[in-house]
Nanobody
Framework: QVHVVESGGNSVQAGGSLTLSCTVSGVTDRHFCMGWFRQAPGKERERLACMSMGSGTTYYTDSAAGRFIISQNAAKNKLFMHMNSLTSEDTGMYYC??????????????????WGQGTQVTVSS
């Protein structure tokens, strides 16, 4: 059974930085994707960034590009998201997700089945 666990959420001042961590267990296929999503209060969940854990290929949406960087510790099935220059607009629940990456599939288009419980990020101005 696949388990996804996020950590690292906190309250920070605007302009600050934060690093979120995500660990996945129970994945038996070496070709899988992990991604970060965010749900701000009163808004729908949005995709931020994802990585093909086998190749290291990354994808960022406009909301994340330029300020957020994702990296992996492949040996430990961990995905990190380093967030910089945070603003109040970045406040929300951050979720990590994982799923198998099929041949020819982009991680950006994966319909993730396995989700963590989320970690809260609050940015105060």
């Amino acid at each position: 059974q696949v388990h996804v666990v996020e950590s690292g959420g906190n309250s920070v001042q605007a302009g600050g930085s934060l690093t979120l961590s995500c660990t996945v267990s129970g994945v038996t296929d070496r070709h899988f994707c992990m991604g970060w999503f965010r749900q701000a209060p009163g808004k729908e969940r949005e995709r931020l960034a994802c990585m093909s854990m086998g190749s290291g290929t990354t994808y960022y949406t406009d909301s994340a590009a330029g300020r957020f960087i994702i990296s992996q510790n492949a040996a430990k099935n961990k995905l990190f998201m380093h967030m910089n220059s945070l603003t109040s607009e970045d406040t929300g629940m951050y979720y990590c997700a994982a799923d198998v990456q099929y041949s020819g599939e982009w991680c950006a288009s994966v319909q993730y089945r396995f989700w963590g419980q989320g970690t809260q990020v609050t940015v105060s101005s």
